[in-house]
């Protein structure tokens, strides 16, 4: 048997197809062009524990030094030595003077390794470089947010 339907009260809502399809592109586009720079998820670095909540960044123009639990500096995958690394710094401030440094020490890393690196960077004009550490949860910390 065959009943007829009443098509007036159904209700009709807004079509989300091109709202989902929109949205796909967007976190495509942003997956794509987003740059993770591999200095700041080096897992041989265990960051010392910190309560502040600053997320890694993701900034092209940030300088990012690794000190390992044996006191090598590490830059751009590179151990560098004191020379060199001053070099980086310097070279870092002439071309970018609003560059950010982010100086990420080993917890097993006695302190006077990272301060190093810390006095490089002040020595070369750099007012407040950053140490970065990890809060409670294990995401690092004390990268400025941009």
Known sequence: MRTHRDDSSEEVGPNMTPFIDMMFILVIFFLA???FH???????IRLAK??????IATVSDMLVINVDKD???????????????EAIVRAR???????????????RV???????????????????????GQNAAGEGTGTPGK
């Open 38 to 44: 591999a200095e700041e998820r080096d897992e041989r």
């Open 50 to 55: 910190s309560k502040s909540t600053m997320p």
């Open 110 to 132: 006695p302190f006077g390794k990272v301060h190093e690196a810390v006095d490089v960077c002040t020595r070369n004009g750099f007012k407040a470089p950053h140490v970065a």
């Open 71 to 85: 006191g090598r500096k590490i830059v751009d995958g590179k151990v560098r030595t004191m020379e060199e690394l």
């Open 93 to 107: 401030r002439s071309s970018k003077p609003d560059a950010e440094v982010v100086i990420r020490g080993d917890e």
């Open 33 to 35: 062009t987003s740059r």
